[in-house]
């Protein structure tokens, strides 16, 4: 009770017991409930009753701007002619869609259709790619020709003739004066020149980039409406319009009204300017808002939020009105009469249970005083009762018990009390207590717990266990050679090797056999271990090395390459002595060369390692190969063709002639 007393006063101060009795400690349904919504609410109990009504005021505006924001946007909706937006990102989208109503360039409201879009987009492609060329062929040819080749039909016929059939002895004909007179018509300067036939061809691709650009003018221009200004056409402007309908056509979705969509946004079309201001202040809340949310565990509203309707959201925030009224009215009262003020609503409910918890001791402490004064008669002294006195006394109690096993009478139990301590029975006592403890010193650390547990229980026990001992001489010389023998085997981490065989129901002789036996195996595991040669393969390691032989054979044929062409560049004579010398030194003269038999008579070995083949008619081989000169087979190609007086000299040439 006084310490249940203490810990209020400490939670509240000295005024605890003027706290309201009508405070609860516990959560109410709806403070609960909000931790089980599909977005976690916020932790309640964490704030102080100025931060409580704070957000609860906050809350609340929140909760009305969201809703008189989802009206809003429910007639911007119908404005636009687009589906009333649910969630926040359709949200978004619309504010987006009215903002573009106001920008430029304005789209042609046929685009606000992905067909005809499409169309637009591929005739200002044509129409601006026509137009460039037909800009750059004037620029080209304007200087010199005058606008007349646009229409000239003799022009194409001029232009060819030019270039394909005045040639040599044709610029003498009366044809070629009467075509020069027609070019020299087509100039600026109405005179003619050379240089006017060399750019008739200019003339004529300014023609025919102006008839493209007509063509181009007669299909495409209709898709581009308004924008379509002949030359002076902003293609920039066309596209930029083309972007803009296609995010409004993205942003409308489906399910529009066409023609409300078009009166907003398109150039023809008025946007309703209440309409456009709405969209913008919501787009400005609605980003604030999002801006302000924040994760937990901060007073807020979360994150996740933003993936709500608007209604939800808003709903959010209605259901923390209530419990945050009601954190505050307790975190309030509380701290009325707290000296820790301001307290969060967590520790003024831990304040408020404290305090039950108190008054309820107290009462159970008053409705007790007579049973208590009965059982514990001179000890109790109500609240100044002292629990150490109480506990020595049962302390004694229990030892009084422990001794007298068979347990005792009132009139036995008074008499103890009153009895007086026997000094003799003391001294007898100690000295036994004294013997034990130096008789248990000599077993083991293992052994000491078990062995005062047997010497300190009842005297039957005691005396039969001193009867034990003295039956057994031989004892403690086999336990020390018992520790000796674990001693080695513990050295060898066998040490579990005894529990186990004694489990197990080795006799003494086979011990020494399972000893042997253990420490045999563990020598073979640890080389089967270790040495890799004694190591089981698997399937994958070999299929590894078959995979590496693979690859060095492989590289071992790529090699077999470098290695001929290292065997033949050993065999390639030296460039710059010998017969290679010859041959070198001849190929740098500018003249004064030796004769190519007298050259080949000097260097016929090195001219055959290096040419090995020759082919030559019948006389040159008479006229440049010495007579020594051999190969190893004569070929004739035609040889039915050749005399055989002009191929006997070919023929003694062979090897084997």
Same mark, same amino acid.
Not at 60 to 81: C, K, N, P, Q
């Given at each position: 009770m006084l310490g249940v007393e203490q810990s209020a006063e400490r939670a509240i101060g000295p005024a605890w017991r003027t706290l309201p009795g009508n405070l609860v400690s516990d959560a109410p349904e709806e403070e609960t409930l909000l931790a089980s919504r599909q977005v976690p609410g916020i932790e309640v109990a964490a704030l102080t009753a100025q931060q409580a009504r704070a957000t609860r005021q906050s809350f609340?505006?929140?909760?009305?701007?969201?809703?008189?924001?989802?009206?809003?946007?429910?007639?911007? !909706?119908? !404005?636009?002619?687009v589906p009333a937006p649910a969630d926040f990102d359709q949200a978004a989208d619309l504010c987006e869609l009215a903002a573009l109503s106001v920008a430029v360039p304005r789209p042609e409201a046929s685009w606000l259709e992905a067909r005809a879009r499409g169309y637009a987009r591929q005739a200002a492609q044509e129409?601006?790619?026509?137009?460039?060329?037909?800009?750059? /062929?004037?620029?080209? /040819?304007?200087?010199?020709?005058?606008?007349? @080749?646009? =229409?000239?039909?003799?022009?194409?016929?001029l232009a060819q003739q030019f270039a394909?059939?005045?040639?040599?002895?044709?610029?003498?004909? *009366?044809?070629?004066?009467?075509?020069?007179?027609?070019?020299?018509?087509? =100039?600026?300067?109405?005179?003619?020149?050379?240089v006017v036939t060399e750019r008739l061809h200019e003339a004529l691709q300014w023609r025919q980039a102006h008839e493209r650009a007509q063509t181009a003018q007669r299909q495409y221009a209709r898709h581009l409406g308004g924008f379509w200004a002949g030359e002076d056409t902003d293609f920039e402007a066309v596209r930029q319009g083309l972007d803009l309908a296609e995010r409004c056509d993205a942003l409308a979705g489906t399910g529009r009204n066409g023609k409300l969509l078009a009166d907003q946004v398109a150039r023809e079309g008025r946007p309703n300017t209440a309409a456009y201001e709405s969209a913008m202040e919501i787009q400005r809340d609605l980003q604030n808002w999002r801006a302000r949310l924040t994760p937990a565990p901060r007073a807020g509203g979360r994150p996740a939020l933003a993936l709500l309707t608007l209604a939800e959201a808003a709903e959010w925030y209605e259901a923390h009105l209530p419990p945050l009224e009601a954190a505050a009215d307790v975190a309030q009262a509380v701290d009325g009469v707290s000296h820790h003020a301001p307290m969060?609503?967590?520790? *003024?409910?831990?304040?408020?249970?404290? =305090?039950?918890? !108190?008054?309820?001791e107290r009462e159970a402490f008053q409705e007790h005083q007579e049973t208590d004064r009965a059982l514990l008669g001179p000890l109790h002294q109500a609240e100044r009762t002292s629990p150490a006195a109480i506990e020595e006394a049962l302390a004694w109690a229990r030892a009084a018990r422990t001794i007298a096993t068979a347990g005792m009478s009132a009139e036995v139990a008074e008499a103890l009390l009153e009895s007086l301590p026997d000094p003799e029975l003391t001294a007898r006592w100690n000295a036994w207590r004294d013997a034990v403890t130096r008789l248990v010193a000599l077993w083991g650390a293992g052994r000491r717990d078990t062995m005062r547990a047997a010497f300190t229980a009842s005297f039957a026990e005691t005396t039969d266990m001193i009867a034990r001992l003295r039956a057994d001489g031989n004892g403690p010389d086999e336990w020390r050679s018992f520790q000796r023998g674990r001693g080695v085997l513990a050295a060898g981490h066998l040490d579990d090797l005894i529990d186990r065989a004694a489990a197990q129901g080795v006799g003494g002789r086979q011990f020494v056999r399972l000893v042997e036996r253990v420490v045999l195996q563990a020598w073979a595991d640890h080389h089967l271990m270790t040495d890799p040669r004694l190591g089981t393969g698997m399937a994958t390691q070999r299929d590894a090395l078959v995979e590496e032989f693979r690859k060095l054979d492989k590289e071992l044929i790529d090699a077999a390459y470098a290695q001929v062409i290292e065997v033949c560049n050993a065999r390639r004579p030296n460039p710059q002595m010998g017969r290679?010398?010859?041959?070198?030194?001849?190929?740098?003269?500018?003249?004064?060369?030796?004769?190519?038999?007298?050259?080949? !008579?000097? /260097?016929?070995? =090195?001219?055959?390692?290096?040419?090995?083949?020759?082919?030559?008619?019948?006389?040159?081989?008479?006229?440049?190969?010495?007579?020594?000169?051999?190969?190893?087979? @004569?070929?004739?190609?035609?040889?039915?063709? @050749?005399?055989?007086?002009? /191929?006997i000299n070919c023929a003694c040439t062979g090897a084997d002639h």
């Open positions: 609340g505006d929140l909760a009305v701007m969201l809703r008189r924001h989802r009206e809003s946007l429910a007639g911007i !909706a119908t !404005a636009y002619g129409l601006d790619q026509a137009l460039t060329e037909l800009k750059a /062929a004037r620029a080209r /040819a304007q200087g010199l020709f005058r606008e007349s @080749v646009l =229409t000239d039909p003799g022009l194409p016929g394909e059939d005045y040639r040599g002895l044709s610029k003498l004909s *009366a044809a070629y004066r009467r075509d020069k007179r027609a070019v020299a018509g087509l =100039t600026v300067s109405g005179t003619w020149t050379k969060s609503l967590g520790q *003024a409910r831990q304040a408020i249970e404290l =305090t039950r918890r !108190a008054r309820a290679a010398g010859i041959i070198r030194r001849e190929s740098e003269k500018k003249s004064r060369h030796m004769p190519v038999r007298k050259l080949l !008579a000097s /260097a016929v070995e =090195t001219v055959q390692l290096i040419k090995p083949c020759f082919m030559m008619s019948p006389l040159t081989v008479s006229q440049f190969l010495p007579p020594d000169f051999t190969f190893d087979v @004569v070929i004739f190609d035609e040889a039915s063709q @050749v005399l055989p007086h002009d /191929a």
